[in-house]
Antibody, heavy 118, light 111 residues
Framework: QAQFVQSGAEVKKPGASVKVSCKASGDGFTRYNFYWVRQDSGQRLEWMGWINAGDGATRYSHKFQGRVAFTRDTSATTLYMELSSLTTEDTAVYYC???????????WGQGTVVTVSS | QSVLTQPPSVSGAPGQRVTISCTGGDSNIGTPYDVHWYQQLPGAAPQLLLYAYTNTPSGVPGRFSGSKSGTSASLAITGLQVEDEGHYYCQSYDSRLRDIVFGGGTKLTVL
């Protein structure tokens, strides 16, 4: 049974960067696109982009373009999301998720809380 | 403000039927792009409930169904159960923004 385990909560100061990891277990890691989605304190979900675990191709939401980077380590079946130039508006729970038909997300990590505060 | 509009809350008694709407426009739901629905129970991550409007992943009960009409989609839940309480989100793709977009979410309360 495939599952994801994300890294622990982070507290960062404005202007800093954060790197969240997402360890995938189960078969077929390199066959999928993986997505990053965040959820703010108002419970709104926001798509950040995706990475193809096979060739490393990425696509970022226009909102985060230039400030976010997705990478993966195929030998460790782990995904990474790095977000830079943090502001308090980036305080949220960050999720990794696996792509399914038509950009649906059929499997989610447990979420990583990122708090940005001075 | 979300691109896809959902009612902030709905409620119903156990056993009843409720519907949750997701209203978009001609650059998202009004296109051939699919709509997906997620359920988020308290303290948990979202989970896929319906994909491509009407399809249920394995393990999702048949009490959940979806539909589309014009630029709106709907999620129907029949035989409401207390364990259905949580938040529900719709998701699609917007061709004008060229981004995946979500509705603002609907909190379901089972009275």
């Amino acid at each position: 049974q495939a599952q994801f385990v994300q890294s622990g909560a982070e507290v960062k100061k404005p202007g800093a960067s954060v790197k969240v990891s997402c360890k995938a277990s189960g078969d077929g890691f390199t066959r999928y696109n993986f997505y990053w989605v965040r959820q703010d304190s108002g419970q709104r979900l926001e798509w950040m982009g995706w990475i193809n675990a096979g060739d490393g191709a990425t696509r970022y939401s226009h909102k985060f373009q230039g400030r976010v980077a997705f990478t993966r380590d195929t030998s460790a079946t782990t995904l990474y999301m790095e977000l830079s130039s943090l502001t308090t508006e980036d305080t949220a729970v960050y999720y990794c998720a696996r792509g399914f038909a038509s950009d649906a997300f059929d499997l989610w990590g447990q979420g990583t809380v990122v708090t940005v505060s001075s | 403000q979300s691109v896809l509009t959902q009612p902030p809350s709905v409620s119903g008694a156990p056993g009843q039927r409720v519907t949750i709407s997701c209203t978009g426009g001609d650059s998202n739901i009004g296109t051939p792009y699919d709509v997906h629905w997620y359920q988020q129970l308290p303290g948990a991550a979202p989970q896929l409930l319906l994909y491509a409007y009407t399809n249920t992943p394995s393990g999702v009960p048949g009490r959940f169904s979806g539909s589309k009409s014009g630029t709106s989609a709907s999620l129907a839940i029949t035989g409401l159960q207390v364990e259905d309480e949580g938040h529900y989100y719709c998701q699609s793709y917007d061709s004008r923004l060229r981004d995946i977009v979500f509705g603002g979410g609907t909190k379901l309360t089972v009275l």
